[in-house]
């Protein structure tokens, strides 16, 4: 059959500034539509699937990104105990890499990867006159955990722990803070370093200005030390208060 002519046309319409193909698969009752991202049922490509290379914060910086992680990705984390300010100021781009420096987190592979999370977490401390980008980076590099497969990760309870030591305990040593966060990680049975968290709520209880006795730094970290409690195999089962004032020896 030869067809010599079409005469007959449809026009599609639209009520919107998407066009037509945007909308053609559009079903109301399983399909969803956000401010951020159209999706056209399960079979489609979520928008996570577009983020996961390695982020160039060079590029962040030249055009001013700013980077939010989505919250699920670290849902069991706590909020931040700590009073911080609002505003990212940096003298110069020296500083913000070395914040930036601190935000480096190790995979299993022994590669480097950004953590937007760890970094949205840290840099309000920017406009705080009592950290450098130098210390930033002394606390979080020593608040980084390993799983039992070489894999960094951040356990906010415990950097949290660490700027609190930095104020309030070490009268703003460095070297004596970095000492206490290091005292206050252990290794668990399945051989991931945790956060000894009864530890930390000892060494605030005897840091107190009011108490008779005071403890020095060394005194505190070989406290810490005394109240393990190991399994047959040197892995930490618990910490005990009663013990660590027993075993204690200035």
Known sequence: MFISKINQFTTFKSNYKNTFRDNELFDDEKDIVTNKYRQYGIDDIPSESYSKSPLDYDYTLEYQIKIINPPNLYSKTRPSKISLSEDLQTSNIEDLDEIIDACMLLDSNNQKR????????????????????DIIFDICDAA???????????????????????????????????????????????????????AFDMIKTISKPLRKTQFSIDDKVKLIQAGIVYDDKNRFIRFSELKAFQDFKR
């Open 114 to 133: 950004f953590s937007g999370n760890l970094y949205n977490h840290i840099k309000p401390l920017s406009n705080n006159p009592n950290y450098t980008p």
């Open 144 to 198: 980084k955990l390993h799983k039992a497969n070489g894999r960094q990760y951040i356990d906010y309870d415990l950097l949290n722990a660490g700027f609190f030591c930095y104020e309030k305990i070490t009268n703003q040593d460095i070297e004596d803070t970095k000492k206490l966060i290091n005292a206050l990680k252990v290794t668990d049975r399945k051989g991931n370093q945790i956060f000894n968290q009864s």
